[in-house]
């Protein structure tokens, strides 16, 4: 079987960039989300916020996407950007081996803010960073290395050196001509949720270019955003730490 690099997000993150970048490459297969699709619109979906009548998928399940992702990888390499906490039931050594880690991190202030606006009703379950952080510690024990972490503010602010260390970092060629596209794409035809309408602002793009740090100011935010926030922060902290610089 090939190489599958996961990287490991959490929502909101501008991972589905990332993952577009790594579409521009052409030299791997590319999958958005795959156990996300499993974990919201499965047969059995295991997102919190499910009510009887919503949308789900019989025959997909969490298994089922983990067998369609080794057939792929048995095709050639793989790439997979996905959620830690849509799988944290099967961290196995063995299950973990297969991948080539990476995690891509942003300020939760940042993240939570964005779903709020798409996600009023958001459930805690779906943030993410406490099973985001919970799998890099694992995968740094088990290996014995820190694998690659990316936060999303240095991705945005110097995106060339940021890929070029991370493609160093998992063994792959830095191929500069992928941090730009042309703009009206439509990341839609990889997006299970929503028609794509999360990616908007992606299909306008042209690339991964470098833009100023903005800065949330959580004064203002509903107490609920704040708590969250407040939650999240540690779990943001302990992985920005290592990474990628």
Request: glycine share 6%.
């Amino acid at each position: 079987m090939n190489r599958i690099i996961a990287l490991w997000a959490v929502p909101r993150s501008t991972s589905t960039a990332f993952e577009w970048m790594m579409r521009q490459r052409g030299d791997m297969q590319c999958l958005h989300e795959p156990f996300g699709e499993a974990w919201y619109q499965g047969e059995d979906p295991m997102w919190p916020r499910f009510k009887a009548g919503e949308k789900t998928t019989p025959g997909l399940t969490i298994e089922s996407v983990w067998d369609s992702i080794q057939r792929h990888a048995k095709q050639g390499p793989l790439f997979i950007k996905d959620f830690p906490h849509y799988i944290n039931h099967m961290w196995t050594p063995d299950f973990l081996s297969y991948f080539t880690h990476a995690f891509l991190i942003r300020d939760p202030a940042k993240t939570i803010t964005s779903m709020v606006d798409k996600w009023p009703d958001f459930d805690e379950l779906e943030v993410g960073f406490p099973e985001q952080r919970a799998l890099f510690d694992l995968v740094t024990a088990l290996s014995g290395k820190t694998p690659p972490v990316i936060d999303s503010d240095d991705l945005l602010e110097k995106p060339h050196a940021v890929i070029e260390s991370f493609c160093s970092a998992v063994d792959i060629p830095f191929i500069e001509q992928a941090l730009s596209w042309e703009a009206g794409g439509d990341p839609s035809e990889h997006s299970w949720w929503d028609g794509g309408s999360f990616h908007a602002n992606l299909a306008k793009s042209t690339g991964l270019v470098a833009q100023p740090r903005k800065y949330i100011d959580m004064t203002d935010a509903p107490s609920r955003v704040q708590r969250v926030n407040r939650r999240m922060q540690p779990h943001y902290q302990h992985l920005y730490q290592h990474r990628l610089r």
